[in-house]
């Protein structure tokens, strides 16, 4: 018999004292609620909010090999009640997927960035030109490098109206160097919010709970500093993050021509964070304290 065995989980590690989780679950949730009061977002709807997660993770994430996850187990985990648990199997499942228009969007970007076809020597998106004959760059040719579902004039259209790009003197269609951020009302936003957060926690959770940490999660921290200082070294961490981001993004545009592809997704993401006496800093604050 050549059959492999089935799979098994790693032995769970020992399980973390909730009082050790208090204090640093008060300090990452603080900005959350924050964000939830400004969006309207009341304490009894969170409140079912965790409700549905926690019978959710425990059902799903819980669940022992071989066997049926029970209503009374996910009870014992959770605390909720078990005619509660029972009511709320299957709802508040995670949401993983992305808008269309927002895949769409990134892989086009994505392309413009990294392709040599449409970068200059330095690696900066060319501006293109709509159309172009034969081979030659043109924003029509990105499209359709990605998809030919939508027609490039479509496109050009939803992002010249999103600020994504703009119309040079020459008529060539410029990528805006703040494409990759979303402003105002775009939906593009709220779905980072999700994702990015939501890896970023993922891969703390990983290592505190494993012996050994699996998951790069570094940060440079310093107290104590004048304004004008974390102000100039936001900006110059700014630029060593975009960099790597650039590079990273190049590497793994021309390696997805050749791979095979398969169920695993990859994130690579990166913050700065600057806060003053009154809270997170902004420029105005930081000029006026500086002075």
């Known amino acids: 018999m050549n059959a492999k065995a089935p799979k098994s989980k790693p032995a769970s590690p020992p399980p973390i004292a909730a009082a050790k989780l208090h204090a640093p679950l008060a300090r990452m949730l603080r900005p959350l609620v924050r964000l939830c009061i400004r969006g309207g977002m009341t304490f009894p709807a969170l409140t079912q909010l965790l409700r549905e997660l926690y019978v959710n993770v425990a059902e799903h994430d819980f669940a022992l ?8 187990r996910v009870s014992l985990l959770t605390g909720i009640h078990r005619k509660e648990v029972a009511r709320l199997r299957g709802a508040g499942a995670p949401v993983n997927e992305v808008p ?11 392309r413009w960035l990294a392709a040599p076809e449409f970068t200059d020597a330095k690696g900066d998106p060319l501006p293109l030109p709509r159309t172009a004959e034969g081979a030659a760059p043109s924003f029509e040719a990105l499209v359709e490098s990605i998809t030919k579902d ?5 496109v050009l259209d ?6 994504l790009v703009t119309i040079n003197d ?6 805006v160097e703040e494409a990759f951020v979303p402003h105002g009302d775009d939906d593009r936003k709220w779905h980072y919010l999700g994702r990015n957060l939501h890896d970023h926690v993922a891969a703390a959770e990983v290592n505190v709970s494993s012996v050994t940490p699996r998951f790069l999660e570094r940060a440079v921290h310093y107290d104590g500093l004048s304004a004008k200082l974390a102000k100039r070294l936001d900006g110059r961490s700014r630029e060593l993050a975009m960099e790597a981001l650039k590079v990273l993004n190049r590497e793994a545009n021309r390696a997805l021509a050749k791979d095979k ?3 695993y997704r990859w994130n690579f993401g990166m913050y700065v964070y600057r806060e003053g006496p009154d809270g997170p800093a902004d420029d105005e604050a930081d000029e006026g304290s500086a002075s």
């Open 65 to 72: 090999e071989g066997k049926e996850q029970t209503d009374s």
């Open 100 to 110: 269309a228009t927002l895949s769409r969007t990134s892989a086009i970007i994505a």
């Open 150 to 154: 939508v027609r490039p004039r479509a």
């Open 158 to 163: 939803e992002w010249l109206d999103r600020k």
């Open 170 to 175: 020459d008529g060539e269609i410029v990528l």
């Open 261 to 263: 592809g398969g169920d």
